[in-house]
C-alpha cells in the first residue's frame, strides 16, 4: 500500500474518533444528569428525615415516611453540619446530624439509603442500541475511504448519517433520562407532602421562620382563610400565578413562564422546580453532536484531496499550524459568545433557581431602558477623545523622530503610562483631581481660582475620564506612528524639498499619505478600546456623579454583578457588539475608500 493508499484509513479513523467520542462523551453527560438528580433527591429526603426526627425523637413518622431505609447512629460525624450524599461502594446513602430538641447538642448521625429501583445504569435497550451506533460509526468511516471524493457525499449525505446515528442513542438516553427525572421530582414533592401531612401541629411550624422550607426542602406560599397569600418563598410574578390556579394532587403548573410542579397541603402551597428543567441534558448532547460532525466533515473533506499531494499536505500543515488557535478561540472566544447568547434568551440571575426562555424579551426591554442607553450615550461622548489622543500622538511622534540627546529617554517616559497598571494610574489620576487637595486644584489656587469639582460634577466627570484615557494611550499611538514614519521613504521628503514644498506641504501630502494605513489602525483599535472603557471608571467614579460617568460596559457590570441579571447583562453585551462591529464596519468602509481614490 503506498502513501497515499495509506492516508485515507488515518483520516476515516480520525473522523470516527471524533463521533465515537461524541456518543461516549453524550451518554456519560446524561448518565451524569440522572446520577446528579439522585444525589439531590437522596440530600432532600435526608434533610428532611432528620426534620421529622429533630425534638421529638419519634422514629414513627420517619418510618411512615421511608420505610426500613433510615438507621441511626450514636456516632457523631464531626463537622457534619448539613445533609450529605456519600458514596460507598457504589451504593449511595445520605447521612446528616441528629440534634437534640433545642438543637444545641449533636446526639448522632441520621443515615438513609437510596431507593433501589430506578438506578443511573442504562437500561439494556439502550446499551444495546449505543453498541450499533458505535458499529455503525465505524463503517460510516469505513466507506469515507471510498466515497469522500464525491462532494454530495461529503456535503450532505455525511452529516445527515452521522447525526442519525449519534440521535438515534442519544435520544434514546435522553428520553430515558426525562422519565427518570420526572419520576425523581414527583417522589420528591410526595415525600415532602407526607412529611408536612406527619407535622403535628402545622400552625406552630408556620410560626418559625424557615420552618416550611426545613421540613420539606421545598418553596412554598401560605395562604390565610379567604385564600389570600400570606407569604411566599417564590418570586412575587410566580406567587401570583401559583395562588390564582387549582392544584390537583402533584400537578405541573406554569407559573411566570415557569413549569413548577406543585401540590397543597392544609393552606401550604409546596411548588419545586422539576429536575428535567434544572439537571436536563439536552443542550450538552446536542452541542456535543453539532460540534462532532464538524469537526468529523474536516478529515472527510481532507480524504478528496489524497489524490493531489502538494494540496493535501498544503492543507494539512495549514490546519496542523492553525489547530492550537483554532482551539483557543473554540474555547475562550466562542464559547463564551455561545454562552452569552444562551443567557440573553433567558431570564436567568443567581438569585433564582428557575430560568425560563423568554426569546427576545431582554432585547425589547432595552430599547425602553434608558439608563443603558444614556451609558450608550456616554460611551459614544468619551471616543471623541480618540482623535484628540491621534494629534497629539502623531505630533509627538513628529517631535521625537529626530535623533538628539535624551530622546531615548524622553520615548521611554511618554511610553511608560502604556504599561503601567491602569488601576495605580486611576487612583494617582484620582487623587490630583479631588476637589479639596488634589493637585490640580492646589495649583489652580496659586493663581487665584476656585476649586474645580473634576470628579464630582456631572458636567467635568466625564471630561476628566477622556483626558485620563488621552494621557494613558498617547504613548502607545506614538510608538505606532514612529513606526510608521520610519517605513516612509526619505526620498519623497528631499524630492518634496526640492520642489520647494515647505514643512506644512511636506507633512500633508507626503507624511499623511504615507501613514494613512497606519492612522486607519490605530483610529480602529482606538475606537474599539474606548467602547470597552471600564478600569478607570470602576476605580474613580463608579458611573457617578448621576450617571453622567456610566459607560456601557460598567453598566452591563453592574446589571450582572450588582444586581445579578445575566440575562439582561448578556443582551446588552451583545447589543454593545453589534454598536462596535457597525461602527468599526463604517470605519473600514469609509476610510478603505479613501485610501482607494488617494491611491
Known amino acids: 500500500m503506498n502513501t497515499r493508499e495509506q492516508r485515507r484509513p488515518v483520516l476515516a479513523l480520525c473522523a470516527?474518533?471524533?463521533?465515537?467520542?461524541?456518543?461516549?462523551?453524550?451518554?456519560?453527560?446524561?448518565?451524569?444528569?440522572v446520577s446528579r438528580t439522585q444525589s439531590d433527591l437522596l440530600e432532600k429526603e435526608t434533610a428532611i428525615a432528620v426534620e421529622l426526627f429533630r425534638g421529638t425523637g419519634d422514629s414513627t413518622q420517619i418510618s411512615q415516611v421511608f420505610g426500613e431505609?433510615?438507621?441511626?447512629?450514636?456516632?457523631?460525624?464531626?463537622?457534619?453540619?448539613?445533609?450529605?450524599?456519600?458514596?460507598?461502594?457504589?451504593?449511595?446513602?445520605?447521612?446528616?446530624?441528629?440534634?437534640?430538641?433545642?438543637?444545641?447538642?449533636?446526639?448522632?448521625?441520621?443515615?438513609?439509603?437510596?431507593?433501589?429501583?430506578?438506578?443511573?445504569?442504562?437500561?439494556?435497550?439502550?446499551?444495546?442500541?449505543?453498541?450499533?451506533?458505535?458499529?455503525?460509526?465505524?463503517?460510516?468511516?469505513?466507506?469515507?475511504?471510498?466515497?469522500?471524493?464525491?462532494p454530495t457525499f461529503r456535503r450532505i449525505a455525511f452529516p445527515i448519517l452521522a447525526l442519525l446515528t449519534l440521535g438515534i442513542p442519544l435520544g434514546m438516553a435522553l428520553q430515558w433520562a426525562g422519565t427518570a427525572l420526572q419520576n425523581a421530582s414527583v417522589t420528591r414533592l410526595n415525600t415532602a407532602t407526607d412529611a408536612l401531612e406527619l407535622i403535628p401541629n402545622l400552625d406552630s411550624l408556620l410560626a418559625v421562620p424557615g420552618g416550611v422550607s426545613h421540613a420539606t426542602g421545598a418553596s412554598f406560599l401560605l395562604r390565610d382563610d379567604f385564600g389570600d397569600v400570606e407569604f411566599s418563598t417564590l418570586p412575587s410574578a410566580a406567587?401570583?400565578?401559583?395562588?390564582?390556579?387549582?392544584?390537583?394532587?402533584?400537578?405541573?403548573?406554569?407559573?411566570?413562564?415557569?413549569?413548577?410542579?406543585?401540590?397543597?397541603?392544609?393552606?401550604?402551597?409546596?411548588?419545586?422546580?422539576?429536575?428535567?428543567?434544572?439537571?436536563?441534558?439536552?443542550?450538552?448532547v446536542w452541542i456535543l453532536i453539532l460540534v462532532a460532525v464538524m469537526l468529523a466533515a474536516l478529515p472527510v473533506s481532507l480524504t478528496s484531496l489524497v489524490d493531489q499531494p502538494r494540496v493535501f499536505r498544503r492543507h494539512l500543515i495549514a490546519w496542523s499550524f492553525l489547530a492550537p488557535a483554532t482551539l483557543h478561540l473554540?474555547?475562550?472566544?466562542?464559547?463564551?459568545?455561545?454562552?452569552?447568547?444562551?443567557?440573553?434568551?433567558?431570564?436567568?440571575?443567581?438569585?433564582?433557581?428557575?430560568r425560563p426562555f423568554v426569546g427576545l424579551t431582554n432585547y425589547v426591554r432595552l430599547l425602553g431602558d434608558g439608563m443603558f442607553w444614556n451609558?450608550?450615550?456616554?460611551?459614544?461622548?468619551?471616543?471623541?477623545?480618540?482623535?484628540?489622543?491621534?494629534?497629539?500622538?502623531?505630533?509627538?511622534?513628529?517631535?521625537?523622530?529626530?535623533?538628539?540627546?535624551?530622546?531615548?529617554?524622553l520615548r521611554a517616559m511618554l511610553f511608560l503610562p502604556t504599561i503601567t497598571s491602569l488601576v495605580a494610574v486611576a487612583m494617582v489620576w484620582q487623587w490630583m483631581l479631588h476637589d479639596e487637595y488634589g493637585l490640580f486644584n492646589w495649583v489652580l489656587s496659586l493663581a487665584g481660582i476656585g476649586p474645580v469639582h473634576w470628579l464630582s460634577s456631572p458636567?467635568?466627570?466625564?471630561?476628566?475620564?477622556?483626558?485620563?484615557?488621552?494621557?494613558?494611550?498617547?504613548?502607545?499611538?506614538?510608538?505606532?506612528?514612529?513606526?510608521?514614519l520610519a517605513a516612509i521613504p526619505s526620498d519623497l521628503y528631499d524630492a518634496a524639498r526640492?520642489?520647494?514644498?515647505?514643512?506644512?506641504?511636506?507633512?500633508?501630502?507626503?507624511?499623511?499619505?504615507?501613514?494613512?494605513?497606519?492612522?486607519?489602525?490605530?483610529?480602529?483599535?482606538?475606537?474599539?478600546?474606548?467602547?470597552?472603557?471600564?478600569?478607570?471608571?470602576?476605580?474613580?467614579?463608579?458611573?457617578?456623579?448621576?450617571?453622567a460617568t456610566d459607560v456601557a460596559v460598567f453598566h452591563i457590570y453592574r446589571?450582572?454583578?450588582?444586581?445579578?441579571?445575566?440575562?439582561?447583562?448578556?443582551?446588552?453585551?451583545?447589543?454593545?457588539?453589534?454598536i462596535i462591529f457597525v461602527a468599526t464596519w463604517i470605519q473600514f468602509r469609509t476610510l478603505e475608500q479613501r485610501i482607494e481614490a488617494d491611491s
Open 330 to 354: 473554540a474555547v475562550f472566544t466562542v464559547g463564551p459568545l455561545a454562552t452569552a447568547a444562551w443567557l440573553s434568551l433567558h431570564r436567568w440571575s443567581l438569585l433564582d433557581a428557575a
Open 459 to 484: 458636567s467635568t466627570a466625564l471630561l476628566s475620564l477622556m483626558v485620563m484615557a488621552t494621557w494613558m494611550v498617547v504613548g502607545y499611538q506614538m510608538i505606532l506612528f514612529q513606526a510608521g
Open 16 to 33: 470516527f474518533c471524533a463521533l465515537a467520542s461524541a456518543l461516549v462523551c453524550g451518554l456519560w453527560a446524561v448518565r451524569s444528569a
Open 69 to 150: 431505609r433510615w438507621r441511626l447512629s450514636e456516632t457523631v460525624i464531626p463537622l457534619l453540619d448539613e445533609a450529605t450524599v456519600r458514596d460507598s461502594g457504589g451504593r449511595l446513602f445520605g447521612v446528616a446530624t441528629v440534634y437534640d430538641a433545642d438543637s444545641w447538642y449533636e446526639t448522632g448521625t441520621l443515615y438513609l439509603d437510596a431507593e433501589e429501583e430506578g438506578g443511573s445504569n442504562f437500561p439494556p435497550s439502550v446499551v444495546l442500541v449505543s453498541v450499533f451506533a458505535l458499529l455503525g460509526l465505524a463503517w460510516l468511516s469505513s466507506i469515507v475511504v471510498k466515497l469522500a471524493t464525491i
Open 239 to 284: 406567587t401570583n400565578d401559583l395562588s390564582s390556579l387549582d392544584v390537583q394532587g402533584v400537578q405541573r403548573i406554569v407559573a411566570d413562564r415557569v413549569e413548577y410542579l406543585a401540590t397543597d397541603v392544609s393552606r401550604v402551597r409546596l411548588a419545586i422546580l422539576p429536575y428535567d428543567q434544572t439537571y436536563d441534558a439536552r443542550p450538552t
Open 375 to 409: 451609558a450608550i450615550k456616554n460611551t459614544v461622548v468619551f471616543a471623541l477623545h480618540v482623535p484628540a489622543s491621534m494629534a497629539i500622538a502623531l505630533s509627538l511622534a513628529l517631535l521625537i523622530q529626530r535623533r538628539a540627546r535624551g530622546i531615548v529617554f
Open 559 to 578: 446589571e450582572a454583578w450588582e444586581y445579578l441579571r445575566f440575562g439582561d447583562a448578556a443582551a446588552m453585551s451583545w447589543v454593545l457588539f453589534a
Open 498 to 547: 526640492i520642489d520647494g514644498a515647505g514643512v506644512w506641504r511636506r507633512f500633508v501630502h507626503v507624511t499623511l499619505p504615507g501613514l494613512r494605513h497606519t492612522l486607519f489602525f490605530v483610529l480602529v483599535t482606538s475606537v474599539i478600546g474606548s467602547f470597552q472603557v471600564f478600569g478607570a471608571v470602576y476605580v474613580m467614579t463608579e458611573g457617578g456623579p448621576l450617571h
